[in-house]
Each structure stands twice: as C-alpha cells, then as structure tokens.
T-cell receptor
Framework: AQKITQTQPGMFVQEKEAVTLDCTYD???????LFWYKQPSSGEMIFLIY??????QNATEGRYSLNFQKARKSANLVISASQLGDSAMYFC?????????????FGSGTRLSIRP | GAVVSQHPSRVICKSGTSVKIECRSL??????MFWYRQFPKQSLMLMAT?????????EQGVEKDKFLINHASLTLSTLTVTSAHPEDSSFYIC?????????????FGPGTRLTVL
C-alpha cells in the first residue's frame, strides 16, 4: 500500500529565507507521480509542482522546486525566497501509476508560517 | 487552467436530513472524479473514486450507503450524505483530471463545508 509521510507538523521561517518541507513516500510501483499542494486558510487546494518517477531532472516551477531522491524515496519541496503569502498548509501527495483514474493519497501536511 | 466547481460552498442542515454536493468540471471532461473529506487541522482523506457510468469505488471504512455517489456525466459527480449526523460535519472536496489528458495535474474544487446541527 502506498504511504506518504510528512514529519514536520509546523515550521516557522523568516521572510526571504529558503525553506525545505520534507516528504517521504513508500510504494512498490515503479510508475508513480508526486505532487505538492498548498492549502491556505480559505481551504482551496492549490497545485504547486509535480514529479514523475521517471523524470530524471528535479521539477521546478518558479520559486518552487522538488528535490527528488528516488533511492531514498523522498520528494522534498523547496521554496526559495519565502514570502508572507506562503504561509499555509502544504501537502505532499502521491499517485501510483500514470492514469488519471488512479487515486491520489495525501500526507498529513506541514503548516508553514512566514515571519516578517 | 482547468476549473472544478462545487456547490454549495457551505451548507448547514439538521441531523437526519440528506445533503447533496455537486462537483463539476467546467472546461474539461473527467471520466474519474475523487471525493475527499477533511476534518479540521487534518489532511485530506480519500473517500471514494467516482467513475462515470459505473459504481463508485469506496475506500475502506467509508459507508457506501451513507455517502452516495453518482457520476451521471463526464462533467458532473454528486455526493449525497444521507441521514447526516453531527460527526459528518466536515470539509468535502472533489477533484478531477482531464480524461485521456495529462496526468501530472489534478484539479480540485473549492470545497464544501458541511455543518450538521
């Protein structure tokens, strides 16, 4: 069974600093996808970044990058130059297989707070 | 980007009544949609996978007779909470991926906050 682990319930970071949010996963599948979502207090789920298991390069999207270490089964999110608006819950998630019909399972989340 | 809507955004009902929540993909077709439940300060828990034209697949521990799912078209899935009780109060979120399209994205609805009195 697939499993996603986020070991940091909460983090405080000074504005403009970089921050790494940890995520490890467990799966027996060779084909899978990893996602990061941001959930502000409004509740909406905002897609940030995606990494496929066969992607050789780490995914990047603006200030977000995914540090994918396949052998260690980790998919940490790195946010560079943090901003006050980055304060939110962050969820790591995984989909086994590449089908749009495959379910996505979420980790427990990390609450990130940015200090001015 | 693709848009998923949910209606209503917020609902308050009396214990014992049924509540229907709609999830629509506005600009794409979705053969499969997913329903999640999120309790305060917790993660999203997958309840069921909604399949167009066929029965939903429920996760272990989710009562299929209590949480009725109907995926009547490629753009609409509904979740009906039957005989709702206060412990069903939660944030319900649906998601969908475009059929036959990219699988590196999953679009979420804005969620429905259900309060059962």
């Amino acid at each position: 069974a697939q499993k996603i682990t986020q070991t940091q319930p909460g983090m405080f970071v000074q504005e403009k600093e970089a921050v790494t949010l940890d995520c490890t996963y467990d799966t027996s599948d060779q084909s899978y996808g990893l996602f990061w979502y941001k959930q502000p207090s409004s509740g909406e789920m905002i897609f940030l970044i995606y990494q496929g298991s066969y992607d050789e390069q780490n995914a990047t999207e603006g200030r977000y990058s995914l540090n994918f270490q396949k052998a260690r089964k980790s998919a940490n999110l790195v946010i560079s130059a943090s901003q006050l608006g980055d304060s939110a819950m962050y969820f790591c998630a995984m989909r086994e297989g590449y089908s749009s019909a495959s379910k996505i399972i979420f980790g427990s989340g990390t609450r990130l707070s940015i200090r001015p | 980007g693709a848009v998923v809507s949910q209606h209503p955004s917020r609902v308050i009902c009396k214990s014992g009544t049924s509540v229907k929540i709609e999830c629509r993909s506005l600009d794409f077709q979705a053969t499969t949609m997913f329903w999640y439940r999120q309790f305060p300060k917790q993660s999203l828990m997958l309840m069921a996978t909604s399949n167009e034209g066929s029965k939903a697949t429920y996760e272990q521990g989710v009562e299929k007779d209590k949480f009725l799912i109907n995926h009547a078209s490629l753009t609409l899935s509904t979740l009906t909470v039957t005989s709702a009780h206060p412990e069903d109060s939660s944030f319900y979120i649906c998601s969908a991926s475009p059929s036959g399209g990219r699988t590196d994205t999953q679009y979420f609805g804005p969620g429905t906050r259900l309060t059962v009195l």
